[in-house]
């Protein structure tokens, strides 16, 4: 990638960083002068925690790529803590399920099988490190040049059992994970919450289209608590058996998906 951590600035002025993206919690930004490289800035609780996982999790080819950090100076104010990531140039897998390339793409024969492998892949490295992704779906999964998958966003991530700072999006939530009065506030996912959430993202990955297109945003939780799931008769047998088992939590690690779809 040509430039490595060392060769770093600790310190970035705010002019030389482009917009690249906002999500809820954090906005991204492009380095003028390094166009291989992000920089990620949010609350300062969210850039501890989310540093330490990076830390924990080190280098893995299904996670992103972290490079430390450093503080961008904006005119007089204090300098805000940024993380380094390695660009990942093709957006996330949500936003290629939305367009007609990447749903093309998604039928293309063994991509899904493909994408699946890599994801659970990352995820059974997650738990390999005592980390729960906690918000785990098309939204945090990054796509790189080659179409290979990346997860990434552990802003709210639990560590060795401490609780989450913000739990799963409505779509890929367990319907009986329980949530604070106060949500979104922190809450404590297992590794069967970001199973679960793998589900709806294979079944995602298997239509072609989010789940929001089969079932509404408002309904998804109500309709999966009552077991009223959506219509998965155009899927093949295996990937909906694996949709279900986890949506119904018959998994006890991603590696059991994985044994579970052939693919180890
Ligand atoms: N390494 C990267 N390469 C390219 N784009 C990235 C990278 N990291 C993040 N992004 C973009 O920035 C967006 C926001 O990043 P991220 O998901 O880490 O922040 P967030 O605000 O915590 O997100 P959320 O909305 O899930 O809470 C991502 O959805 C993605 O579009
Ligand atoms: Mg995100």
Redesign the pocket.
């Given at each position: 990638m040509g430039t490595e951590p060392a060769d770093f600035p600790k310190s970035i002025e705010r002019s030389a960083l482009q917009f690249?993206?906002?999500?809820?919690?954090?906005?991204?930004y492009r380095i003028k002068s390094q166009p291989a490289f992000?920089i990620?800035l949010?609350d300062t609780t969210?850039h501890h925690n989310?540093k330490r996982v990076y830390e924990r999790l080190g280098r893995h080819p299904r996670i992103?790529?972290f490079y430390g950090e450093a503080a961008v100076q904006q005119s007089s104010d204090l300098p805000s803590p940024g993380l380094l990531?390695?660009?990942?140039?093709n957006?996330?897998l949500?936003?290629t399920l939305e367009g007609d390339i990447g749903q093309s793409r998604a039928k293309r024969p063994g991509q899904v099988t493909l994408w699946s492998a890599q994801l659970l892949d990352g995820l059974s490295y997650i738990h390999s490190r005592s980390v729960i992704h906690g918000?785990f779906?098309a939204?945090?999964v990054?796509v790189g040049l080659d179409w290979g998958l990346?997860i990434?966003?552990f802003?709210?991530s639990r560590l060795d059992g401490s609780p989450c700072l913000?739990g799963p999006?409505p779509a890929y939530r367990r319907p009986t994970l329980v949530l604070p009065p106060d949500a979104p506030g922190p809450c404590e996912p297992t590794e069967g919450d970001d199973i679960y959430a793998f589900g709806t993202v294979l079944y995602e990955m298997s239509e072609g289209a989010l789940l929001y297109r089969a079932i509404t945003r408002d309904s998804v939780l109500a309709s999966f608590t009552a077991g009223l799931y959506p219509d998965l008769s155009s899927m093949s047998a295996l990937p909906r058996s694996v949709v279900l088992g986890c949506w119904k939590c018959q998994y006890s690690s991603a590696r059991r998906v994985a044994g579970a779809l052939g693919l180890s």
């Open positions: 690249l993206q906002r999500g809820c919690m954090a906005t991204v992000v990620k949010q969210y989310e992103a790529a990531f390695g660009l990942v140039p957006g996330t949500r936003e918000d779906g939204h945090n990054l990346v990434t966003d802003a709210g913000a999006s």
